[in-house]
């Protein structure tokens, strides 16, 4: 079956850029959708489609996916963005959706 | 803007049914341009799809938990439920509700603020 492999864990001091990665077998074939979540609360999109960004998320957010890798990337991390980030990909209704396992994003 | 609410009791004993609700708002759960879904997170863990139904009624399961689970909706109330039957200690999990988005892929927005459901007796 079909796995998504990230990393556990991210540092990155603020100000600096922040690039999480979700592994897959050939995953540039299909489309790679990014979850923040901050400690007590629910899943946020950031990145959906690889590269899009829902209206309200910063620009700072960006995402790319090629070969066997996708990335989600975020510039001029600050504080706020320390949280866990989530990989899914779903390319068909008649097959459940996957998630990575989470990467915890620390801001030193 | 569309939300979403989870409701239900947050203990249930082992052996039992864990049943919840999801009250959507802001939007009618009959557009036919969306799934709507469960997902479940056990504490310190990650996520873990349980599965999402269609306004028609129609639905598709984790096929790891697709024998003791059943997606509702009632459209009437602008709701769709969740049972888990048997439960047991690793059922205990945040559970969210969330809108799937029905494009050329699927994905997740908005997700409700999640509820906890211990098991335990």
Known sequence: ??????????????????????????????????????????????????????????????????????????????????????CQVWDSSSDPPLFGGGTKLTVL | QVQLQESGPGLVKPSQTLSLTCTVSGGSISSGDYYWSWIRQPPGKGLEWIGYIYYSGSTYYNPSLKSRVTISVDTSKNQFSLKLSSVTAADTAVYYCARVIVGATYWFDPWGQGTLVTVSS
């Open chain 1, 1 to 86: 079956s079909y796995v998504l492999t990230q990393p556990p864990s991210v540092s990155v001091a603020p100000g600096q850029t922040a690039r999480i990665t979700c592994g897959g077998n050939n995953i540039g074939s299909k489309s790679v959708h990014w979850y923040q979540q901050k400690p007590g609360q629910a899943p946020v999109l950031v990145v959906y489609d690889d590269s899009d960004r829902p209206s309200g998320i910063p620009e700072r957010f960006s995402g790319s996916n090629s070969g066997n890798t996708a990335t989600l990337t975020i510039s001029r991390v600050e504080a706020g963005d320390e949280a866990d980030y989530y």
